[in-house]
T-cell receptor, first 110, second 115 residues
Framework: DGGITQSPKYLFRKEGQNVTLSCEQN?????MYWYRQDPGQGLRLIYY???????QKGDIAEGYSVSREKKESFPLTVTSAQKNPTAFYLC?????????FGPGTRLTVL | AQSVTQLGSHVSVSEGALVLLRCNYS??????LFWYVQYPNQGLQLLLK??????LVKGINGFEAEFKKSETSFHLTKPSAHMSDAAEYFC?????????????FGAGTRLTVKP
């Protein structure tokens, strides 16, 4: 089955720790995206990547980092510099036109 | 720059009633428009898309949307609501190019279906 997988589904972090969220796709899509979702605020773009070894900041990149070493993978690291990281994180990919989403990772800072 | 506005953060309908979720867009180029649905603690699922072909677009689960350029609208409708339609719905716009596929989402509309 083709699709996008995210892991873990739930993640708990202590303040001051970095954590990495995984996103993998087997759709052969060139572009991949990370969004943050907070209640009542819709989706906000963190980073996106159009090709391997290249990525661009979105609207709220501060406190986050990404890499794109393989076409299939686009991991997101939430660093200790992100002051309010508790949120639902969604990964997406596209070839052209619509984006297709993974199931999401809910991150909670304890 | 592109943007979308969804009118009404919450909509409540009775089972069997018409569903109407409103979306207005702003775009400096011919837009590509999308509706997505999100069930609790899940990702977004594409319902339908408009890509400059027919202005009335049919999607999954009995939903459809009509592109009206004069009104800059792309409202989502379903003739008869079902309990399983309760979810959050997002309208989105992009310029559709492969080079700059920068999709913008509305804030979402939560649909409640009453028995």
């Amino acid at each position: 089955d083709g699709g996008i997988t995210q892991s873990p589904k739930y993640l708990f972090r202590k303040e001051g720790q970095n954590v990495t969220l995984s996103c993998e796709q087997n759709l052969n899509h060139d572009a991949m995206y990370w969004y943050r979702q907070d209640p009542g605020q819709g989706l906000r773009l963190i980073y996106y990547s159009q090709i391997v070894n290249d990525f661009q900041k979105g609207d709220i990149a501060e406190g986050y980092s990404v890499s794109r070493e393989k076409k299939e993978s686009f991991p997101l690291t939430v660093t200790s510099a992100q002051k309010n990281p508790t949120a639902f994180y969604l990964c997406a990919s596209s070839l052209a036109g619509p984006q297709f989403f993974g199931p999401g990772t809910r991150l909670t800072v304890l | 720059a592109q943007s979308v506005t969804q009118l009404g953060s919450h909509v409540s309908v009775s089972e069997g009633a018409l569903v109407l979720l409103r979306c207005n867009y702003s775009s400096s180029v011919p837009p590509y428009l999308f509706w997505y649905v999100q069930y609790p603690n899940q990702g977004l699922q594409l319902l339908l898309k408009y890509t400059s072909a027919a202005t009335l677009v049919k999607g999954i689960n009995g939903f459809e949307a009509e592109f009206k350029k004069s009104e800059t609208s792309f409202h989502l409708t379903k003739p008869s609501a079902h309990m399983s339609d309760a979810a959050e719905y997002f309208c989105a716009v992009s310029d559709g190019t492969r080079v700059n596929n920068d999709m913008r989402f509305g804030a979402g509309t939560r649909l409640t279906v009453k028995p």
